[in-house]
T-cell receptor
Framework: EAGVTQFPSHSVIEKGQTVTLRCDPI?????LYWYRRVMGKEIKFLLH????????ESGMPNNRFLAERTGGTYSTLKVQPAELEDSGVYFC???????????????FGPGTRLTVT | EDKVVQSPLSLVVHEGDTVTLNCSYE??????LLWYKQEKKAPTFLFML????IEKKSGRLSSILDKKELFSILNITATQTGDSAVYLC???????????FGPGTRLSVLP
């Protein structure tokens, strides 16, 4: 079974440009999460989709970030315009049940490393 | 193919017990190994290990890496109910894929 995949693995863009990150969750997983790791090791929550609906987007830093999950399959995270502080690793994860539910298993993708220069 | 394996996948203990969680890996271009605790939203960082044989400690938690045998352990002594969570092991790579995550160990600590 294919795991969570993310594209691209690395992206280097200039400040002010636009970047779109893609996440393909495990087939059949309704729950999709975006996280990012910035300046160190902590992973910050961005948002949570259940199918195509945004269940929780409390972690989205500002309106330069736009996440979509049309059709409830893959998701995109667009940063427009990118700023220097947006640099970091963006993770996507998927699960059948929401995090915190018994027997939930959340699967992480390899991350997209974004560098804004 | 890169792989991170964690064992056990699930563990139930009583308060006061000591637990050892295992993480083994087969990953090219190893950079570091990280442990996270996940309860609700984002995983919380615990340790980052890059060198073999150096134990890292934080309160009742400690971890060590063996780069020759390709594994790490996470120890939790005198467990408390608040330790109940999924513990994730992840390997960061220098090239190619950025991270490879293990499936996690679900720890349940009963009062």
């Amino acid at each position: 079974e294919a795991g969570v995949t993310q594209f691209p693995s690395h992206s280097v863009i200039e400040k002010g440009q636009t970047v779109t990150l893609r996440c393909d969750p495990i087939s059949g997983h309704d729950n999709l999460y975006w996280y990012r790791r910035v300046m160190g090791k902590e992973i910050k929550f961005l948002l949570h989709f259940v199918k195509e609906s945004k269940q929780d987007e409390s972690g989205m830093p500002n309106n330069r970030f736009l996440a979509e999950r049309t059709g409830g399959t893959y998701s995109t995270l667009k940063v427009q315009p990118a700023e220097l502080e947006d640099s970091g690793v963006y993770f996507c994860a998927s699960s059948q049940d929401p995090v915190g539910v018994a027997r939930n298993e959340q699967y992480f993708g390899p991350g997209t490393r974004l560098t804004v220069t | 193919e890169d792989k991170v394996v964690q064992s056990p996948l699930s563990l139930v203990v009583h308060e006061g017990d000591t637990v050892t969680l295992n993480c083994s890996y087969e990953v090219t271009n190893f950079r570091s190994l990280l442990w996270y605790k996940q309860e609700k939203k984002a995983p919380t960082f615990l340790f980052m290990l890059t060198s073999s044989g150096i134990e890292k400690k934080s309160g009742r938690l400690s971890s060590i890496l063996d780069k020759k045998e390709l594994f790490s352990i996470l120890n939790i002594t005198a467990t408390q109910t608040g330790d109940s969570a999924v513990y994730l092991c992840a390997v960061e790579k220098n090239y190619g894929q950025n991270f490879v995550f293990g499936p996690g160990t679900r720890l349940s600590v009963l009062p």
